[in-house]
């Protein structure tokens, strides 16, 4: 029978709620950077919300970008971007939302797809129209709204009103400082990374509620202790846990991230980075909003007190 | 926690080697498990569009274009309702949203009224098929009677478009000789096509972009000399298929005219003079009569042949064909006569189509995504299994083993189920492995807690699953919650993504409350251990 290494060492007492108020500034300042990056330089919207056509080829015999930008740019089918898109005879070609509706983008795919020429192999081709673009983005926002929601409702049910609230403020955090990043890093936003997002706010949320349980827990056991050392209690005893389940994810999110190709590669950043997020924020968020709105046992220990 | 009766573990084990066996054909090659005896039935996984390449297209019907033809129709059943009834009329036309009829006599218009009420016909809706409205308002202005199309006549008429276009597409589709296509409605107004392993994605729009309706038409005996000019009585303006600058006068008159509608067979063919490709088509005994009647009557004269409101060709009937069968010539490529014989043969849309949304994918980058989709899943799974052995030593063993059968059942799962693996849904098997971890890592550091509090093995490791319970449930609940909500919203890749994801939650949970359980309970009354080695 051989042990494993102890990654997080037995009674290790970190005063994480003593951190948490650097950990708040921190938090704060990251959330309002982001929203003003999201509000001054919007997201790379790919072409699932804004509509356009996406066109990846893969060229041979030395045929450049500047090559293709040639064949392309007399078709007077708007701002046409080329890209490098993993490898250098990679290229991605994106087109704008053609006007005249529907009918209008088809023709302008087969103007380029021809103009192409037959030299260059086309491996991707993706077309949404303005209508169905206008529906998913709806969607999008329906869903990751409507999640948020539910995981309050949920925890609502299965603990106090001040775990809800802590719950959905992490989440929050995790999403708005996700979606800064994006914008900074200019990564295509599309449908993908909503399913990303969603399942940073299961993740985050998974890590959250395995914290709050363990709160509930020494609520119930340790009745006289101080609701910050309680706090910090817990944290410490499920560190060895949020660690290992944390580093396991992202050991196979670095694997998908480095060997899964281009396609996903905006997915897996998405997520590594949310997992990143949403494990800080499981510790420095919704624990310490517990302490700011104040435990259900400080309420009632106050009333029994005021009781003579 | 701890004991587990004889046929609650054969069942445990039951599932996991189900979950092996389901998962088999994934890995063993196709020639060797179809040989197998009780098995070969059991199918692999079916990859996406993204993996195995081919073409993903939204149709959509295009409602101003079935509102036009609605209108002509009615137009016409309005005309010759007031002529049986012999009630003069002016003005008889479209509106915007309808069509209104002028009576001359004011005298006439009651009678009018109850001569046109009837065409409005009633439009069931709901479950029980009870009608609720007509398809459309009837209203009287004055003189002029007024049609006005409801919203519920425009989606029954929708809906019958729709399950007709069904029927055509799959026709037109199966023509491209294609594996497995599938065809669905989706929505109130739209068509899903999804084509696997197509090479040509521009050809099935081109085989779907055309409504594909035929018309012999006699030629006007004037034709436009400047631009601009308006075409005389009963004669109507149609561009050339090839040049829509240059234009055609072709009588509109019923008459002058015969439908492809009465088409049985189309077949591209060769012409035997010029030897270039054309297309020969074959009437039915209705057709037959009036093409042979219309031919006989105007020899000598153009005939134009139009296709979508195009004209294909415009030849001289040098003779009366009254054998029912002809050909159309009209400069074609091979694949071009062979396109438009399949259109004819499958019938004209009912209205025309618009691709709203298109996602192809060419077989290489298919076949680039499986690779370094599986590639990374097997770093990431040795990396993941190292890393529980590093953190658990033999308990990571005994986690690692756990993993493989989540692992295996969760891909049985998937099989069994027809699920279509993608390459988000590779994603999510692969998160779901560094997720699955969790249960087991909440288990064992509960029960190393309880053991360093100082309880015996047994009574530690039956307390440290006990807790663990609650805490795994809630956990994996929430994010079921949200992988619920990404299945709801989802669609194609996205939703392979979820479905992975949320039976993972579901596996997850099985083996590390069954197996994992099971397999330390062995350990604990074989060995007797003295120490729990956490």
Same mark, same amino acid.
């Given at each position: 029978m051989f042990q494993g290494i102890r990654f997080v060492p037995d009674?290790?007492? /970190? %005063?994480f709620m003593r951190y948490s108020r650097f950990g708040f500034f921190l938090s704060a300042f990251l959330c309002v950077s982001a929203l003003l990056v999201f509000l001054i330089d919007g997201l790379n919207y790919g /072409?699932?919300?804004?509509g356009g056509t996406l066109i990846e080829v893969r060229t041979h015999g030395g045929i450049t970008i500047g090559d293709l930008r040639g064949r392309i740019?007399?078709?007077?089918?708007g701002e046409a971007e080329l890209q490098e898109f993993g490898a250098p005879d990679n290229i991605l070609i994106r087109l704008e939302t053609q006007p005249g509706g529907d009918a209008a983008q088809t023709a302008a795919v087969s103007k380029a797809t021809q103009a192409l020429g037959k030299d260059v192999e086309i491996r991707r081709v993706e077309l949404v129209g303005p209508k169905v673009s206008a529906e998913l983005t709806q969607e999008g926002t329906i869903a990751v709204v409507l999640a948020i929601i539910m995981v309050l409702i949920y925890i609502w049910f299965r603990f106090e009103w001040q775990f809800g609230l802590g719950a959905v403020a992490s989440l929050l955090h995790d999403v708005i400082i996700t979606i800064g990043v994006l914008s900074i890093l200019r990564i295509e936003f599309n449908l993908n990374i909503i399913a990303a997002i969603l399942t940073i706010i299961g993740y985050s949320l998974n890590d959250t509620v395995v914290i709050y349980d363990r709160i509930r827990e020494y609520l119930r056991k340790f009745k006289k202790m101080r609701y910050v050392d309680l706090i910090d209690g817990a944290l410490n005893s499920t560190l060895a846990r949020t660690v290992i389940t944390g580093t396991s994810t992202l050991i196979a999110l670095l694997a998908l991230y480095v060997f899964?190709? =281009?396609?996903i590669r905006g997915f897996t950043f998405t997520m590594i980075f949310g997992i990143l997020i949403g494990t800080y924020s499981s510790v420095f968020v919704a624990a310490p909003v517990l302490i700011i709105l104040g435990s259900v046992r400080e309420t009632k220990a106050e009333a029994q007190k005021a009781r003579p | 926690m701890l004991n587990f009766s004889r046929w609650k573990t054969l069942s445990i084990l039951f599932a996991v080697l189900l979950g092996i066996i389901f998962s088999l054909p994934n890995v063993v090659s196709r020639e060797v498990w179809s040989r197998l005896?009780?098995?070969?039935?059991l199918q692999p996984l079916v990859l996406g569009l993204d993996l195995q390449g081919g073409s993903h297209v939204l149709l959509e019907v295009d409602r101003t274009d079935l509102q036009n033809q609605l209108s002509r129709q009615f137009i016409g059943d309005i005309r010759q309702a007031l002529r049986e009834q012999r009630i003069a009329y002016s003005g008889l036309g479209r509106t915007a949203n309808g069509v209104s009829v002028r009576i !001359? &006599?004011?005298?006439d218009v009651d009678r009018a009224m109850d001569a046109l009420r009837p065409l409005s016909q009633p439009v069931s809706i709901g479950l029980f098929g009870?009608?609720? !409205? &007509?398809?459309f308002n009837v209203r009287r202005d004055g003189n002029v009677i007024v049609f006005e199309l409801t919203k519920a006549g425009l989606e029954s008429k929708i809906g019958r478009a729709i399950q007709q276009s069904l029927e055509i597409i799959g026709k037109r589709v199966n023509a491209l000789g294609t594996t497995e296509p599938t065809i669905q409605r989706q929505g109130v107004d739209r068509i899903l096509i999804q084509v696997p392993g197509l090479q040509d994605p521009d050809r099935l729009k081109a085989l779907l972009g055309q409504?594909?309706?035929?018309q012999f038409r006699l030629v006007c005996d004037s034709q436009p000399q400047a631009e601009g000019e308006r075409p005389p009585l009963e004669c109507e303006e149609v561009p050339d298929q090839?040049?829509?600058q240059q234009v055609m006068w072709v009588q509109t008159s019923s008459r002058a005219t015969v439908d492809g509608?009465?088409?049985?067979d189309a077949q591209p063919t060769f012409d035997s003079r010029s030897n270039e490709p054309v297309v020969s088509f074959r009437f039915n005994q209705k057709g037959a009569l009036r093409f042979g009647k219309l031919t006989q009557e105007n020899v000598g004269r153009p005939f134009a042949i139009v296709l979508d409101n195009k004209v294909v060709s415009a030849p001289v009937i &040098? =003779? %009366? /064909?009254?054998?029912g069968t002809g050909q159309i010539s009209g400069r074609f490529t091979t694949q071009e006569a062979n396109d438009l014989a399949i259109v004819l043969r499958s019938g004209a849309l009912p209205a025309k189509l618009t691709v709203v949304e298109e996602r192809t994918v060419g077989p290489s980058l298919g076949s680039d995504s499986i690779r370094a989709g599986v590639f990374a899943t097997i770093i990431g799974t040795i990396g993941v299994v190292l890393f529980m052995i590093i953190g658990y030593g033999f308990f990571g063993l005994i986690a690692d083993l756990a993993l493989f059968a989540n692992l295996a059942m969760l891909v049985g799962l998937l099989s069994l189920l027809g699920a279509t693996l993608t390459l988000p849904g590779i994603a999510g098997l692969l998160l779901t492995l560094g997720m699955a971890v969790d249960s087991n890592v909440l288990v064992f550091e509960r029960i190393r807690e309880e053991w360093r509090s100082g309880r015996s093995p047994v009574s530690a490791i039956e307390t440290g699953f006990r807790a663990a319970l609650a805490t795994i449930v809630d956990a994996n609940v929430t994010t079921f919650v949200a992988v619920a909500v990404l299945f709801g919203m989802g669609s194609g890749p996205v939703r392979g993504f979820a479905v992975t994801l949320g039976l993972g939650v579901i596996t997850t949970v099985f083996t590390a409350f069954t197996l994992t359980r099971l397999i330390i309970a062995w350990w604990l009354w074989s060995y007797r251990p003295k120490e729990v080695p956490l």
């Open positions: 009674d290790t007492k /970190i %005063p /072409i699932d919300f804004k740019s007399g078709l007077e089918l899964g190709g =281009e396609v | 005896p009780l098995v070969s039935q !001359s &006599n004011p005298a009870e009608a609720a !409205s &007509n398809e409504t594909a309706k035929l090839d040049n829509a509608e009465d088409l049985t &040098n =003779e %009366p /064909i009254l054998g």
